[in-house]
DNA sequence: ATTAGCACTCGAAGGCTAAGAGTGCCAACA
DNA sequence: TGTTGGCACTCTTAGCCTTCGAGTGCTAAT
C-alpha cells in the first residue's frame, strides 16, 4: 500500500518536527516547514487521510498529530533521509575508538559507553560467544605453595588465575599436570570435563591433593563464561532528559528493565541475533519486551572476530532520531568490524591506528 | 550541648516515623506512636523546642515536622537502635558473598551489586590500590608470530595479553626477553620505565622489533591501572523508587553525577580513605559534592589485602533507613575483610566457606 | 509541668472560567 | 477535482477561587 508522494512529504517533515520538538505537529506548523506551496487547510485534509491509514494519531481532538508506530515504520523505511557523519564527527568516533581498544569485556563496556555518549541515549552492548575450547594450556611454577594457570582458548584470548595452596608441590608435579592436561583438556567442550576425566588425570600425574580438580574447575568457570551471550548496560540516567520520561513510573519500569542485563539478553536470544541487515530499527511494539512496548531500538552488528558477533544499540522513546542514531550506530559497528572482525589485522601489541572511510557512510562533502 | 530524655524520644520517634513515610509527621502522630504517656499538647511543646534547637523544620506552618541534617547526625549519633541482621539475612549475605569472589575488578562490581540490591539503593564500590610493581614476567611462546606475556604483580594479581606480531620470533629471542624483562623491569614503578631502559633492553636483546617495547608498554598500562582509584557504580535507578526522586529534574542531577564515576572518586580522594571507623554516615550538607547537599551516603571501608582499602557505600535521600544500611554495610564490609583482608586465608582455588558470624553484627536472638 | 480548647495558617484538591491551539467541514474558487 | 479561506467547535491548559482539613501556637485551667 503506497501513499501519494505529498503525503509522504508532509509525514517526513511530521516526524522530523515531532523528533525536535515533542510536541503534536499541526497542520499550520506543516505548511510553513514543508515548503509544500500549499495551505493549511489543505494540509489538513491530507492529515485526516493519514490519520485514517493509520499513520498518525492524536492525542486529543484539538491538538496536533502525532506519528503512530505504523508511522515511524514508513518513515524509518522510506521518508528519512539517510545522514551522514560530518568529517568531525567521524573522525572523533575514530579517534575514541582507538583509544579503547583493550580487553573484549572491558570493550564491550567502553563501546557501550561511546555509544550512549554519542547518541545521548541509553546504550546496549550485547556479545554472542561462540563455545570455546581451550587451546593451551601453560602452568607457571612460583613457590612452592603458588602457581599460576594460563589457559589460551580457541579464540584467542588467555585468561588465567593465581593459585594458592595449603600444601607444598614440586615444579615436576606442575609440569606433568601441563602435560596432562595439554594432552587430555585442550579441544574439548566443557560438559566433557567428568568428574571421571579429572581423576583419571590425577591418578595419572600423582596428584593427591586435588590440584587437577583446581585446575579443571577453573577451565570449566573459563569456558562457560566465554560462551553464550553478556550483555551491558550504560547511560541509562540520559533516559531522564528525555520528555517522554519525566513521569517517575514510566522511566522507572524502563530502567529497572534495563538495568538488569539478563532480561535483554533473553530477549536477544530471540531472534535479535538471527537478521544479518546491517542496522536494525524496532519501533515500539515491534519490541518483544513488554517494558519496550512504548520504546524504540536501533541496533548494529559487528563481527567481532572468532565467531562472535556483537551487537550495539541504543534504546530510546519512539520519538527518536533514527536518522542521526542509526548513522552513528554504523559507523561504530563498521570501525569495529575493522578493527576486531574476521579481515582486520590480527590484534596486536603494535599500534595500528587505520582510519576508516567508507564513503558511503561518512559525509565527505 | 544535651537535650531532654524526652525530646530525644521524640525526635526518634518522629526519624523513624519519616523514614517510614516519607511525609511530615505531626504531633498526634508522635504522640500515639512514641509511648510516652503524654498528650499530643505536649508534643507540640516540645517539637516547637525542638525546632527552635534546629534539629525539626517545618515545610511550612500548617505542616507536620520533618528533621534537618543537624536532626539526622543527632539521630544516628544517639537515637537510633543499632539495628541488627537477622539471622537469615546474614546468612543470605554470606551465600552470596561466597559466590561472588572471582577476580578483583568484577568483585568490585559484584559486590557493589550485592549491596544496591540488599539496601534498594544506588550503591558504590571504590578501591584504593596501592601502587604495585611486578614480581615477575613469563613469556609464553606459542608460535612464530604469537606469545603470550605473563606479569605478576606485587599484590598477587596476574595479568596477561596475548600479542601477535606482524614479523615473526624465536622461541630463544622471546626467552631472552624474559630474563632480562625479570632482570630489569621487576620491582619498579611505572615510571621508572623510561625510552632509555626499553631501548637498552632491546639492544640487550638483540631485538630490532620493537618487542621490548611492545613487553614495556604493556606493563605500564598494567602498573598503571593497578593503581589509583576505581570506582563503580550500579542500580542508579533505584533511585527512581525514592518519593523524594519523583521529581525527574532532581533525579536526573543526581543520577548524572552518580553516572560518572570519575566525580566519586574525586570526592573520595578528599577525605574519604583517611578515616578509619567502620561505617560513616553523610548527611546532606556534610557531603562535599554539590550534587549531594540534599541526599546522604553510608559508606563502609573493608580491607581489600596487600594495602588495598575497598569501600562500599549507598547513596540515597536524606530521609534513609540509616540503621538497616549501616547494619547491611557493616556486615558486608566485614565479611570482604575476612575474606580478603590481610588476615584471611590466601585466595585459592579450594573452596573456602568461612561463615562470618561476629556476634556484634548479627542478631542471634 | 501538663493539658484541653480554640483560633489561625497554609497547602491540597476540586470546580470554574478564559484563552488558545487545532480541528473538521463547508462553500467558494481555479 | 483539488485547493483554499472561513468559521464553529472541541478540548486542553493555566489561572483563580473556594473549600477542607491537618497541624500549629497560644492561652487558660488543672
Do not use: W
Not at 510553513?32 to 487521510?49: D, P
Not at 576425566?197 to 563464561?225: C, H, K, N, P, W
Not at 550483555?231 to 513510573?249: C, H, M, V
Not at 550506530?329 to 576508516?356: C, D, E, Q, T, Y
Request: glycine letters at 8%; aromatic letters at 6%.
Amino acid at each position: 500500500m503506497s501513499i501519494s508522494e505529498r503525503k509522504k512529504k508532509i509525514l517526513g517533515a511530521l516526524v522530523d518536527e515531532y523528533i525536535k520538538t515533542a510536541e503534536p505537529v499541526g497542520s499550520k506548523a506543516i505548511a510553513s516547514i514543508s515548503g509544500l506551496g500549499c495551505s493549511s487547510a489543505t494540509i489538513r485534509n491530507e492529515l485526516a487521510e493519514l490519520t485514517a491509514l493509520g499513520y498518525l494519531e492524536q492525542p486529543h481532538t484539538s491538538a496536533g498529530r502525532i506519528p503512530t508506530p505504523a508511522g515511524y515504520r514508513m518513515y524509518v523505511n522510506e521518508l528519512m533521509e539517510k545522514q551522514k557523519l560530518s568529517l568531525e564527527e567521524a573522525e572523533d568516533i575514530n579517534r575514541r575508538l582507538n583509544e579503547k581498544l583493550t580487553q573484549l569485556d572491558e570493550q564491550m563496556r567502553d563501546v557501550g559507553k561511546l555509544a550512549s555518549q554519542l547518541t545521548d541515549y541509553p546504550a546496549l552492548a550485547l556479545a554472542a560467544y561462540a563455545p570455546a575450547t581451550i587451546k593451551r594450556f601453560d602452568l607457571i611454577y612460583i613457590d612452592a605453595n603458588t602457581f599460576i594457570i594460563v589457559v589460551m582458548l580457541s579464540n584467542n584470548t588467555v585468561k588465567n588465575k593465581l593459585v594458592n595452596l595449603p600444601v607444598s608441590v614440586d615444579q615436576q608435579m606442575i609440569q606433568k599436570l601441563a602435560t596432562l592436561f595439554n594432552a587430555n583438556f585442550t579441544g574439548i567442550s566443557s560438559d566433557k570435563i567428568t568428574p571421571l576425566l579429572i581423576s583419571s588425570t590425577e591418578r595419572a600425574a600423582g596428584d593427591t591433593m586435588g590440584l587437577a580438580a583446581v585446575i579443571a574447575s577453573f577451565t570449566m568457570e573459563t569456558l562457560e563464561s566465554q560462551q553464550g551471550v553478556e550483555a551491558y548496560i550504560t547511560g541509562e540516567n540520559r533516559l531522564l532528559s528525555q520528555p517522554e520520561f519525566r513521569d517517575p513510573d514510566k522511566a522507572h519500569k524502563l530502567m529497572n528493565y534495563l538495568s538488569d542485563g539478563g532480561h535483554i539478553i533473553a530477549d536477544a536470544e530471540n531472534g535479535l541475533f538471527d537478521d544479518e541487515s546491517e542496522v536494525r530499527v524496532l519501533i515500539g511494539p515491534e519490541n518483544i519486551a513488554e517494558e519496550l512496548k512504548d520504546s524504540s531500538v536501533v541496533i548494529a552488528s559487528y563481527d567481532m572476530g572468532d565467531n562472535t558477533k556483537g551487537l550495539i544499540g541504543v534504546v530510546g522513546p519512539t520519538r527518536m532520531d533514527y536518522s542521526a542514531v542509526a548513522a552513528k550506530l554504523s559507523f561504530l559497528a563498521a570501525g569495529l568490524s575493522k578493527r576486531l572482525g574476521a579481515g582486520a589485522a590480527p590484534p596486536s601489541g603494535m599500534h595500528n591506528k587505520l582510519i576508516i572511510k567508507g564513503d558511503d557512510i561518512i559525509d565527505e562533502q
